[in-house]
């Protein structure tokens, strides 16, 4: 049993509610988890509120109050591939994860994320990543380090102020052997939540995703590409990919939703978050960060010539 070395929080609603007391919330607020599992964690003494204080299964709800708990998964995955840290100040931290390694806790993970290894390895208790990378997607990262200026880089995606770029492989159709180097398109669509609800799909509608890509090497059947998102939704540039006929290469969930199998750590996504480039808010200076990584389908490809 995995146990989060860190609580979860959730505040209880100012609305009224139906419920009576604190156990019969959770058990409505998380309907996956069953009634013993919070009887068995109020026993425990593993739920209290923010201040500290332990509560009872009985203990009525407080509208307003914030609760604490505690995540249990039977069994974490252990990711054995280092993080590096890139930069850090007063303000902010620059991380590159690998593959594999959620950045915040979810699911399955508890406490193995690049979240829970900064805030040790660092020392900063604090620290909140200001942005998301997908679990199977390596690359850059960026922290807040102060609560005080937190907003400002939160703003800076908010607004679309930061340059953000990635590198993909996949592979070419026939017709490549024609194409003048570089390669662009341009995709512009509408996505939404699919079913299941963690994957995106194309609808019709105002559009709300853009990316640009360019193929700019090739070798034999592969291609690198550079991809540039405008905007920021979920999954978009795993889609848009897809949308130009060139899935990315070991992509589980697209164009097909492969079953979950235990995790394949020799056929990582060939997906890097390669590059961001911003003005900082406080100091003004124009910040540039670049991972060192490769990604491995490409670089194995080049060693072999």
Known sequence: MAIASRPSKVTIPKQSSDCKNLLQFLVTRFPL???????SRFQQGKIHWLSGEKVKAETALQPGKVLCYYREVPEEPVIPF???????????????????????????????????????????????????????????????????????????????????????VATLPSEHLKWTLPKSWQVSNRLEKGNPGFVMKEVEGEINAHSVINLVERKEQLGLFKLSPITGKTHQLRLHMMKIGMPILNDKFYPLLEDEKKLDFSSPLQLLAKSLTFRDPISGKQQQFQSGRQLSQWQDNNLDK
């Open 33 to 39: 988890i069953d009634e013993t599992i919070w009887q």
């Open 82 to 168: 280092p993080h590096q840290v890139l930069y850090q100040d007063e303000h902010i931290l620059v991380a590159c994860k690998p593959h594999f390694l959620p950045v915040t806790p979810g699911g399955k993970y508890v406490n193995e994320c690049l979240l829970e290894r900064l805030r040790q390895q660092q020392n900063l208790p604090d620290l909140v990543p200001v942005h998301r990378l997908d679990r199977e997607t390596a690359g850059l990262v960026i922290f807040s380090v102060n609560p005080e200026t937190r907003g400002n880089y939160g703003q800076l995606f908010a607004d679309k102020q930061i340059h953000k770029t990635y590198q993909a």
